[in-house]
T-cell receptor, first 114, second 114 residues
Framework: NAGVMQNPRHLVRRRGQEARLRCSPMKGHSHVYWYRQLPEEGLKFMVYLQKENIIDESGMPKERFSAEFPKEGPSILRIQQVVRGDSAAYFC????????????FGPGTRLTVL | KQEVTQIPAALSVPEGENLVLNCSFT??????LQWFRQDPGKGLTSLLL?????REQTSGRLNASLDKSSGRSTLYIAASQPGDSATYLC?????????????FGEGTQLTVNP
């Protein structure tokens, strides 16, 4: 049973480009979470999605960031017009969504903005 | 707003020593608390999850306790080994039906010297 998959593992973008980060949850999991870890900081919640629905996006920056979890395919975190301050590790987690749900984390995507 | 603090920020011990990592949180209305391990450049591995109604959980050489009323948790590692070297993170999940987001501390960086 494969764990949470994220790709790419490393992504380099120039300022102003778009970054698309993908997350495939564990088999049987329908809840996805995105977290960001800035250099020398802890993980911060960004967004919580279920299939085709955004449940909680209270941690998402108001501009340039969006997330989706379509009926088919992986969850996508999209960052438009990237800036250097977006350089960070982006982690995806998934859970079954039951009452005692443990979140299982992927290996992360490390975004570097030049 | 929930805040999670971990003390110490870094810890270096000789192999074989028993050690305690501390985590405190400001809002006691939590659903559960989770301890994770993060290796450099890697994702997070869940170690122990304690439900709000529980006092402790054990897995092998690890024991985590929870005192919800005082807003504290400890992770006890017995007979530490060099392979235990990693950053240890605690995270709390709020007591809200749609609030599955985790709030993380900034971690304790543990080094176990052979």
């Amino acid at each position: 049973n494969a764990g949470v998959m994220q790709n790419p593992r490393h992504l380099v973008r120039r300022r102003g480009q778009e970054a698309r980060l993908r997350c495939s949850p564990m088999k049987g999991h329908s809840h996805v979470y995105w977290y960001r870890q800035l250099p020398e900081e802890g993980l911060k919640f960004m967004v919580y999605l279920q299939k085709e629905n955004i449940i909680d996006e209270s941690g998402m920056p108001k501009e340039r960031f969006s997330a989706e979890f379509p009926k088919e395919g992986p969850s996508i975190l999209r960052i438009q017009q990237v800036v250097r301050g977006d350089s960070a590790a982006y982690f995806c987690a998934s859970s079954q969504g039951s009452e005692e749900d443990t979140q299982y984390f992927g290996p992360g995507t490390r975004l570097t903005v030049l | 707003k929930q805040e999670v603090t971990q003390i110490p920020a870094a810890l270096s011990v000789p192999e074989g020593e028993n050690l305690v990592l501390n985590c405190s949180f400001t809002d006691s209305a939590i659903y559960n608390l989770q301890w994770f391990r993060q290796d450099p450049g890697k994702g997070l591995t869940s170690l122990l999850l304690i439900q709000s109604s529980q006092r402790e959980q054990t897995s092998g050489r690890l024991n985590a306790s929870l005192d919800k009323s005082s807003g504290r948790s400890t992770l006890y590692i017995a007979a530490s080994q060099p392979g235990d070297s990693a950053t240890y993170l605690c995270a709390v999940r709020p007591w809200e039906t749609s609030g599955s987001r985790l709030t993380f501390g900034e971690g304790t960086q543990l080094t176990v010297n052979p």
